[in-house]
């Protein structure tokens, strides 16, 4: 039977990579709606390859350029603006899976609406479990929804975990701990002299993987693995004390779980997020990816490093969030959103990323997320500290 995808966030790395799986498989999957944030001529070429019902643009004055494009060009899909409309195509009862690939805080409600609708959600938006991981995963238990991680790292640990964890939990299924690797980003080896006068060029180049800018400067600066820090901890029921970040520059194994018997089960293979795509959108079973099958004959060598957590503090910051709880998360991911946002646009250095993160973490008293308004008063205030502590930089 085929199964109807909405993708939120097609235009970005992820959404194009998810495109690309279900091309290749026109019997299993169709394309039921497909949303960008402002990127017209880029959705519009989608529209025009997949034919989705829908197709949502964030900013009116977009949607309503979309609607002329495709209307022009004889296209059938109905074009829809704005979060409601998001939430919208996400929850649709013709919808089977949701690929949730919008980038940072803004992917939250669309996300959560997917949880709610029971669909099966595959997770590349790491910021949405950060921000309101109880009530997150409380809302995927309440409703009956699947939750499959897409993140390599996160993927490679499911696939690693025996079949039964969920049942029996962390030390009940004999796992000792869960090896989170990183590839340590472009400035692996740097100090902190160094950091100051790299540039956003420089930021954005990722040794292995094609990103997005953002998380490209949250790779490079460690905080995309302090985000999924966080993640692991909500989507494993883990502490951060549970979790080891391994630095494995080449970027082969994606992440491993380590057994009270001595055992390490990893999961390996080339850097191309289609591998996790193609496993979230199948599982249980697997389907062709199109990604090659790794070759080891080419691997010279696997190296493993610690992380510097000095040098790179986001780490420290990400795991004190977690273990703080409540609002915290989210005073971190909006903290890192306007830091790097302002980093980019070359207001700020590199360290002062994690400078203005640890102050607002230090700036607000901790309550409870036990609501969707705290978290989002909580994601707005800590933007507007954010945003007015990047202003004195001028």
């Known amino acids: 039977m085929t199964q109807q995808i909405t993708v939120l966030g097609a235009t970005g790395s992820i959404g194009k990579s998810t495109l690309d799986v279900i091309s290749r498989h026109p019997d299993l999957y169709r394309v039921f709606a497909l949303t960008a944030h402002s990127q017209v001529d880029a959705l519009c070429d989608m529209c025009l390859e997949h034919k989705p019902q829908y197709a949502v643009m964030v900013q009116a004055d977009k ?22 409309a998001l939430c919208q195509v996400a929850s649709n009862p013709e919808v089977d899976q949701v690929m949730a690939a919008i980038v940072g805080g803004a992917g939250l409600l669309p996300t959560l609406a997917a949880a709610k609708a029971g669909k099966r959600v595959l997770l590349a938006n790491k910021e949405a479990l950060v921000m ?16 499959l991680p897409i993140d390599s790292e996160h993927n490679a640990i499911f696939q690693s975990l025996p079949s039964h964890y969920g049942q029996e939990g962390f ?12 590839s340590g980003g472009p400035f692996r080896g740097f100090t902190s002299e160094q950091l100051a006068n790299v540039t956003p060029a420089q930021a954005v180049k990722h040794p292995n993987w094609s990103m997005g800018q953002k998380i490209s400067v949250d790779s490079a600066s460690l905080m995309n693995k302090g985000l999924e820090l966080i993640e692991a901890c909500w989507l494993f029921d883990v ?6 970040v391994v630095v494995h520059p080449e970027s082969i194994i994606h992440s491993m779980v380590q057994y009270v018997d001595g055992s390490v089960i990893s999961q390996m293979g080339n850097p191309d997020m289609r591998t996790p795509i193609a496993y979230g959108l199948a599982w249980p079973q697997r389907i062709e990816s199109g990604v090659d099958s790794l070759d080891f004959f080419t691997q010279s060598q696997l190296n493993f490093e610690a992380p510097n957590h000095d040098v790179f503090p986001a780490l420290k910051l990400s795991a004190q969030a977690f273990e703080q709880g409540g609002i915290a998360p989210a005073i971190l991911n909006a903290a890192n959103e306007i830091a790097v946002d302002a980093f980019l646009r070359e207001q700020i250095d590199f360290n002062s990323i994690s400078v203005l993160i640890d102050q607002a973490l230090n700036h607000f008293s901790m309550e409870k997320a036990d609501s969707l308004d705290a978290i989002l008063n909580a994601d707005k205030q800590a933007r507007l500290f954010t945003e007015n502590k990047v202003a004195a930089f001028k």
């Open 132 to 147: 309101s991981g109880h009530l997150f995963m409380q809302t995927i238990a309440d409703n009956g929804a699947t939750l």
């Open 63 to 84: 949607a309503q350029e979309l609607s002329l494009k495709l209307k022009s060009l004889n296209s059938k899909t109905e074009v829809l603006s704005g979060v409601d």
């Open 239 to 244: 502490t951060p004390k549970q979790i080891q």
């Open 171 to 182: 030390t009940q299924s004999g796992v000792r701990q869960i090896l989170l690797t990183a």
